[in-house]
């Protein structure tokens, strides 16, 4: 059965940081690329940040440029997202996906219900 749990969430203050996690079990972690979206309250779940575990590319959305930084340690199948200079407008709940054979970039743009594994999720609050 794969796995995908998300964990590190939480409340923040603007400006602030949160590093999530997301640790990924039964699947073979070297064939996906691993991504974050969020989905805040009365909006569409949109695509955060995705790197392939194969190769480490990565992609961001450029609302977050600058600001997060995802990585991959691969001998602990855990995928990482450092949010720093937080702001309001970054409260969401924040899921990880994964999608097979896809790089980062493809997975990235790609419609999300071709995603094949989801997270249930983790809450970030950022107070202004």
């Known amino acids: 059965e794969v796995q995908l749990v998300e964990s590190g969430g939480g409340l923040v203050q603007a400006g602030g940081s949160l590093r999530l996690s997301c640790a990924a079990s039964g699947l073979t972690f070297d064939d996906y690329a691993i991504g974050w979206l969020r989905q805040a309250p009365g909006k569409e779940r949109e695509g955060v940040s995705c790197i392939s575990s194969s190769d480490g590319s990565t992609y961001y959305a450029d609302s977050v440029k600058g600001r997060f930084t995802i990585s991959s340690d691969n001998a602990k199948n855990t995928v990482y997202l450092q949010m720093n200079s937080l702001k309001p407008e970054d409260t969401a709940v924040y899921y990880c996906?994964?999608?097979?054979?896809?790089?980062?970039?493809?997975?990235?743009?790609?419609?999300?219900?071709?995603?094949?594994?989801w997270g249930q999720g983790t809450q970030v609050t950022v107070s202004s």
């Open positions: 996906a994964a999608v097979r054979f896809a790089t980062a970039q493809a997975m990235g743009v790609m419609p999300i219900d071709r995603y094949d594994y």
